[in-house]
């Protein structure tokens, strides 16, 4: 498939050094996305009847023919304790978020999806289960994008617009995003800044993600470099840094990654507050849903 052709075109030019101002609302110097990912139930099991374990959590631990439950107690503790710990943080500092949703999750804890809306965050789509998108049929494809949305939607009535592949997407999910009538996806990390595609005849919204200002670095393995809570408010307050003195001249947005079993927990919970505190002092910054960014990029440029 052509670049030309392809939803994910390999564009190694972007803005070329002269991105569009974003005329963030109040002139803010910084949008900064917040997204806590609800993954728990969804991580591949052997006792869901998934075709193997899911092996990496607190530590790394390949678990073959068996169920891993220890590994799934390690989840759990996202929706039993750490995503509460969460949201009286972002409540105390008047903070909205995305919340990246699995949807077999949700299926197991419709009450998840509730309180999510119930607290005027944004409840987006993250694939179904833990598995790759790259070589899905499109039937399949289309089956597990209908069946997320199916299940956000039946647990808290609210059809969610954005889109973040786990793993790699297909070929293909652009398309299939688009013509389902999704706003935006996430299933880039290229820039600092959204940008417009046309996709199926639609201006399809891309608002790209990043792995750096991310606590998935609290996991085992190379991608882990965290060990304690100054670790993740150290890196996310210099990215917020550079970004807000660069932001005098060029505006630009800034995602944070949050995991309700990593973050969430009482040893690291801190570097979040660290970071909100030096964040919500700063001023000329707006704390966006990735759902508002969405919508005011394409009112802006679309």
């Not at 678990?63 to 891993?68: D, L, Q």
């Not at 996991?219 to 150290?234: E, I, M, V």
């Not at 966006?288 to 005011?296: G, L, P, Q």
Request: proline share 6%.
């Amino acid at each position: 498939m052509s670049n030309e052709r392809s939803p994910y075109p390999r564009d190694l030019l972007g803005y070329g050094g002269e991105p569009p101002h974003p005329n963030w609302p109040n002139d803010a110097r910084l949008a900064v996305s917040i997204v806590l990912n609800a993954e728990a139930g969804a991580e591949l099991s052997l006792a869901d009847g998934d075709e193997k374990n899911e092996a990496v959590y607190e530590i790394l631990e390949p678990i073959e023919n068996v169920p891993n439950h220890c590994l799934a107690s390690h989840f759990d503790y996202g929706p039993r304790v750490g995503y509460w710990r969460i949201m009286r943080v972002l409540d105390r500092f008047g903070v909205k978020s995305t919340v990246s949703s699995a949807g077999r999750t949700i299926e197991r804890a419709p009450w998840l999806a509730q309180d999510i809306v119930a607290r005027g965050h944004e409840i987006s789509a993250h694939s179904y289960r833990w598995e790759n998108h790259s070589q899905m049929s499109e039937v399949h494809e289309r089956a597990i994008i209908d069946k997320t949305i199916a299940a956000i939607e039946n647990a808290c009535g609210v059809r969610p617009l954005g889109w973040h592949t786990k793993g790699a997407p297909s070929p293909i999910t652009r398309r299939l995003l688009a013509e389902k009538g999704f706003l935006y996806d996430s299933d880039a990390y290229d820039d600092d800044l959204p940008r417009i595609q046309a996709v199926a005849g639609r201006n399809h919204v891309i608002v790209p993600y990043a792995f750096d200002t991310n606590d998935m670095r609290y996991q085992a393995g190379p991608a882990g470099k965290f060990l304690s809570a100054d670790d993740f408010a150290r890196v996310c307050i210099d990215a917020f840094d550079t970004l807000w003195e660069e932001g005098a001249d060029q505006p630009a947005m800034m995602s944070i990654g949050l995991h309700p079993r990593y973050i969430g927990r009482p040893s690291r919970i801190g570097g979040l507050v660290k970071f909100l505190i030096h964040a919500t002092t700063k001023g000329d910054v707006w704390f966006a849903r990735r759902i508002d960014i969405a919508k005011h990029w394409k009112q802006l440029l679309g």
